[in-house]
């Protein structure tokens, strides 16, 4: 299977905070989310995709081409949704098309009329006068009516009520039917990643935690609860987001970990909240 | 080529909600004429109003979060600064023609003796201050965006006046004019073709400078 984005060894420095070897790959055909906590790195993992900012050192490439170097090829195929609207308040649904409609070499106008449609866009109405779930649709119409074989979408059900991400998960598994198409989506909303993501890519500090299937995060990782008299030296090395508190521990372990535990610590499945909970507080890299 | 025109619709879609403010600002020009029943003040406060339209694309851009629109497009950061640079030298070249409509109208309508030589040498350095204070300020703006840079729109003024003053100190420049005045009395072809050329040549210096500055912001 192809891969629609690489990036591999991705470096990015800022005086507060840099990416550090940040590697994954999304086959095509596949949604990918990507999660972190606030200032995890997510939108700088984004900006540096998209050439907005300038990496230090790393690879990119999407479908194959350098995001630098074959940069107006590449954005042709990308279609990006932010989480706030980048399209002129004043502008009107319609006009967004005229606007933006001249710089892709795919764009369907009949597609972006039917979009308009299903999503009830008003087409008089002023951006600004949009609803915040109405605004996530706009960004989504132009995004998905030129073609573009890889959709990023960075937070884009921040502030958006739960049947707005309701609808955008049903667009989202629509828009990657045709097998070919490809979707990136950041956010730290995990309930919505459960649903629809066939891959995971866990960020933290800058650095990548776990990428792989989310089938395989979940089976990956095992939370264990138990007594304070349970808690050995060697088990303490390896617990991720170790708490302990006067009535025992708690903490998440590699399944691989689990063997030789006594009895009487619990464990159960985590969902991918617990999980970006727990390396928050502390963890290492696992692929 | 076809990039850099899209660019520079792109902000005239943006700039279309500023055209209310272009009317108020005509009307205004327009009654400054009117008090001083001076066409020629019309004419050059057309030019003025020509450099606060042409700017306010930066604000527009930034309350819209464009910097976002314009990462994600299939466009050289190169080809939106040329883009912008057209916009302005089209909001000029639209705004010159209209003060000199105004400035025409207003002599005839107060009439009020507007000759040739001064109809020109009025339009012409009136266009040569809205291309320099359009130089100085697009880059400025493009460094340090349009919200944190506006207070130095005043700058072109500044350095005008800063300029005058150290000609007029250093150089023989006021016994100069006369001369270079007589010359283009005798030779009144050459005001706009002269007027045109260093308008053009100030915005293509501020256009590299500010490809450079540009080029090399993360956005």
């Known amino acids: 299977m192809s891969n629609a984005l690489e990036v591999q060894n991705l470096h990015k420095t800022y005086s507060d905070f840099m990416l550090d070897a940040v590697s994954f790959s999304l086959p095509a055909g596949c949604i990918m989310g990507f999660v972190g906590q606030n200032g995890a790195g997510k939108t700088t993992t984004i900006r540096c995709i998209l050439n907005m900012a300038v990496r230090d050192g790393g690879e990119i490439k999407i479908f194959g081409l350098d995001n630098v170097r074959d940069e107006l090829a590449v954005k042709q195929e990308l279609a990006v949704v932010f989480d706030e609207i980048f399209f002129v308040d004043t502008w009107r649904v319609r006009e967004v098309e005229k606007a933006i409609r001249g710089f892709y070499s795919g764009w369907d106008s009949k597609l972006y009329g039917e979009y308009i449609k299903r999503f009830e866009l008003p087409p008089g109405k002023q951006v600004k006068e949009l609803s915040r779930g109405m605004k996530l649709k706009l960004m989504l119409a132009v995004a998905m009516s030129h073609g573009a074989e890889l959709l990023i979408l960075d937070e884009p059900t921040s502030g958006v009520d739960p049947v707005a991400r309701d609808e955008l998960l049903d667009i989202l598994r629509g828009y990657i039917a045709d097998g070919e198409k490809s979707v990136f989506f950041s956010t730290h909303i995990t309930s919505d990643l459960e649903r629809i993501a066939d891959f995971i890519t866990l960020i933290d500090h800058g650095r990548i935690f776990y990428t792989g299937t989310k089938d395989g995060l979940l089976e990956h990782f095992c939370i264990v609860k138990g007594s304070k008299t349970d808690l050995t030296d060697d088990i303490k090395k390896k617990i991720i987001g170790l708490s302990v508190t006067s009535a025992g521990f708690t903490g998440m372990l590699p399944a691989s970990e689990l063997k030789g535990l006594p009895n009487s610590i619990v464990t159960e499945q985590p969902d991918i909240d617990k999980i970006l909970v727990y390396i928050s507080k502390g963890g290492t890299t696992h692929e | ?219």
């Not at chain 2, 009317?23 to 406060?45: D, N, R, W």
């Not at chain 2, 497009?73 to 209209?98: C, D, H, Q, W």
């Not at chain 2, 109208?105 to 040569?128: C, E, G, H, K, Y």
């Open chain 2, 1 to 219: 080529m076809n990039r850099t025109i899209n660019a520079t619709k792109l902000d005239f879609y943006a700039g279309k909600s500023t055209l209310r403010l272009t009317f108020f600002l005509l009307l205004f020009a327009v009654v400054i004429g009117a008090l001083s029943k001076g066409p020629i003040y019309t004419m050059i406060f057309t030019m003025v109003f020509a450099v606060t339209s042409s700017g306010t694309i930066f604000s527009t851009h930034e309350k819209s979060h464009s910097d976002k629109l314009y990462g994600i497009l299939p466009l050289k950061k190169s080809e939106m600064i040329i883009g912008r640079y057209l916009y302005a030298l089209i909001i000029g070249a639209v705004y010159a023609v209209i003060s000199g409509i105004l400035g025409f109208v207003m002599s005839r309508i107060m009439n009020a003796s507007l000759d040739p030589f001064t109809f020109w040498a009025t339009l012409m350095l009136a266009f040569i201050y809205f291309s320099f204070a359009v130089g100085i300020s697009y880059p400025i703006y493009l460094k340090f965006s349009f919200a944190k840079a506006y207070i130095f729109t005043m700058l072109p003024m500044y350095v005008i006046a800063v300029l005058i003053l150290v000609l007029t100190k250093k150089t023989n420049f006021i016994s100069n004019l006369g001369q270079v005045m007589r010359f283009f009395t005798d030779n009144q072809v050459l005001i706009p073709i002269f007027g045109i050329l260093i308008g053009l040549i100030l915005l293509a210096v501020s256009a590299l400078i500010a490809n450079l500055i540009y080029t090399r912001k993360e956005i």
